[in-house]
């Protein structure tokens, strides 16, 4: 039994997002994530297990960006060194990057659904290549829950959800 898979997918990173809807109400996927997801799939087949992993699982990814080809070469290394990070809108929010890459590895066979993962730790980087470098491992046992009410907020406030 295999407990974790590790993988790079070659592909520049696309959030997934939420169905769009038509005026008529018709509901569809925008192209840029069909493709994407379709894309992605084909690639992760490749090294997909015999059979899914079960139980809660962990993903750790690094979504890799190539830096712009409007930067300068100065600019372009830093952010390769890892001084810069990718923090703009076009790169994309992590959770959405996630979503697409999770639906990838579930329609690929790594897992049953990818509600099983219950811990995810993701990064946006810049590298000299695009694309998704993941690890999918069973999660370890988890820890008992800390007795007592949660620390309070900075400023006093309790946290949403602890009652007073």
């Not at 992590?94 to 979503?99: E, G, I, S, T």
Request: hydrophobic share 35%; with cysteine; aromatic share 6%.
């Amino acid at each position: 039994m295999v407990d974790s898979l590790s993988g790079w997918l070659p592909l520049a990173p696309v959030p997934g997002c939420q169905l769009r809807a038509t005026r008529s109400g018709r509901t569809y996927t925008p192209k840029r994530q069909a493709v994407a997801k379709r894309a992605l799939t084909a690639y992760a087949l490749h090294g997909r297990p015999d059979e899914p992993l079960s139980g809660p699982l962990s993903l750790r990814v690094v979504f890799w960006f190539a830096a712009p080809r409007s930067w300068s070469r100065k600019k372009a290394a830093a952010a390769i060194a890892g001084d810069l990070r990718p923090a703009s809108r076009s790169a994309g929010d992590v959770d959405n990057l996630c979503k697409l890459l999770q639906d990838a590895l579930q329609a690929a066979g790594y897992m049953e659904d990818d509600a099983q993962i219950v811990d995810l730790v993701a990064s946006k980087r810049y590298g000299p290549d695009a694309g998704y470098e993941f690890t999918l491992a069973r999660s370890a046992a988890p820890r008992p829950p800390t007795p007592g009410r949660p620390p309070p907020l900075p400023g006093g406030r309790l946290r949403p959800g602890s009652e007073p």
